[in-house]
């Protein structure tokens, strides 16, 4: 077999006879000899006009076809042993398919609603100011992926087969296209009917979902030689087994203090934060596309980092064509992300722009222990709220922001709950501030017109991940000091987005199953 690399203009449709001619080529045969010829991956190349760059992987007869993935099969596990897998996010969804291949019961706990009956909590959130603290943009079936665009890119390809969880999206209704494409995504709007699909699945064989089910409680039973757990829900309900999965999500900050006060390992992690930046899609597009832009391109992306005094500022979760929507899960925080359905159709862009905030770099917090990044993060999420009084969110222009000035006037923003102006260099943290105002002359550089005051930064960008990891063990994935305790996905710091989180919960399945990395 043979991989190599072919090029058309982006309005192109490859054709079957164009795949094999090609691979002919690279195989130096005939036509007649290719055994076949498949696209590995697609992405776009805006550099010298506007094409798209195909990956393709192709075979000869004597070798033989090059054989499609194929999914294991799921097992009926009505009545096999239970596994309870805390929360259903990526980690949790995924974690319990691979639980049925192996023919375990996953027993999913979730304390927020069906991922149709989240809608109406977001609704309220952004129309009311009303925030549900089991129901929101976190928490809820699907997790925090659900209503953030569905990007799938993830560099954690070492970790575990991405083919799975790609496979097992498209088999749930994402579009094929996710299997080749560099930066693949699926959509707001189609995802809740992917969740549903997903959540289906696991009941027709044998499993269970219990929602509204908040998970206040994890009580080790000592059986002799053997362990078990008891995990207690809100409502007093009392789930059993041998193993559970804890993927809980970045924004569980109720679990952390429950395993605080049981003494339980915990460990501070750095994180990132900052503002949300909102440009003209047009805008984003232009600088792209060289002015080549037309209606058939899909919205221009971009992905920036710079070093700026020794810590990285780097882009974060950008959304072409997005909204910019209110992930808070408390009262009196302000809490921001963005969001895109699958067209990508709406006229802004918008990304995180976030400075690394490492343990050590906010010494006041130090009295806080384990959870002196969290502490911070609270804080200047709750700083925001003071200073408006309510969801909206604190704003500035990019360039106001870096020269100090006030902006007297506002641009339109994407953002349902509003915006009120605001000095940003008074509300966030002077070395959050400060590397921000140097970062964004430099990413000018790289794409000539991003550093614009049409472009309006709101604050503030703080759930990049969690500032708290659960140890565990390298080679089981167990919980270091907690048999049977299988921490996992964002909310344990070892994943962050869709993709590596569901690899995350497939490798600690694996784990129970029997079966390493």
Known sequence: MKEFEIAFDI?????????????????????????????????????????????????????????????????????????????????????????????????????????????????????????????????????????????????SNKRGDIREVLHQLVAFGAPESILIDAHPHIGSDRLPRIVEAIRNCIIEHGGEYHFNSKVVDLVQINKGKEKSWNVVCADGTVYSANNVILAVGHSSREIYRLFAEKGWALETKGFALGVRVE??????????????YQPYMPPAEYSLVEQVDGRGVF??????????????TEPEQVVLNGMSNSARNSKWANAGIVCAVNPGDVPDYDKYGVFSLLEFQSDVERKMFTFTGSMKAPAQRMIDFCKGRESVTLPQ???????????????????????????????????????????????????????????????????????????????????????????????????????SE
Do not use: W
């Open 315 to 328: 882009s974060f979760c950008m959304c072409p064509g997005g909204v910019l929507v209110t992930s808070s």
């Open 413 to 515: 923003s994407s953002y349902a709950p509003g915006v009120v102006p605001a000095q940003l260099s008074e509300l966030l943290p002077d070395f959050v501030a400060s590397r921000l105002r140097g970062a964004f002359p430099l990413f000018n550089r790289k794409m000539n017109g991003f550093y614009t005051n049409d472009a309006l930064l709101l604050a503030t960008e703080s759930r990049t991940s969690s500032p708290v990891r659960i140890p565990r063990n390298p080679d089981t994935l167990e919980h270091l000091s907690l048999p049977g305790l299988y921490p996992c996905g964002e909310g344990a710091g070892y994943s962050g987005g869709i993709v590596s989180s569901a690899i995350d919960g497939i490798l600690a399945a694996m784990s129970i199953g029997g079966f």
């Open 279 to 292: 440009h003209p899609q047009s805008l984003i597009n232009n600088i792209q596309y060289h002015g080549k």
């Open 11 to 155: 309005k192109h449709q490859v054709s079957e006879t164009e795949l094999k001619q090609s691979a002919a080529r690279a195989l130096g045969c005939s036509v007649a000899q290719v055994a076949s010829a498949v696209i590995v991956r697609r992405s776009l190349d805006a550099r010298n006009g506007v094409l798209y760059r195909y990956r393709i992987a192709a075979s000869s007869i004597s070798e033989g076809a090059v054989k499609p993935y194929q999914l294991p099969e799921y097992k009926n596990v009505e009545n096999a042993e239970p596994v309870i897998v805390v929360g259903s996010g990526p980690a949790g969804m995924f974690a319990s398919l691979r639980l049925l291949m192996l023919g375990l019961k996953p027993v999913i706990l979730e304390r927020g609603k069906d991922v149709h009956g989240r809608k109406f909590d977001i609704a309220a959130m952004a129309q009311k100011s009303i925030v549900n603290i089991d129901s929101n943009y976190c928490f809820g079936e699907g997790g925090a992926g659900t209503f953030s665009d569905g990007k799938l890119f993830t560099r």
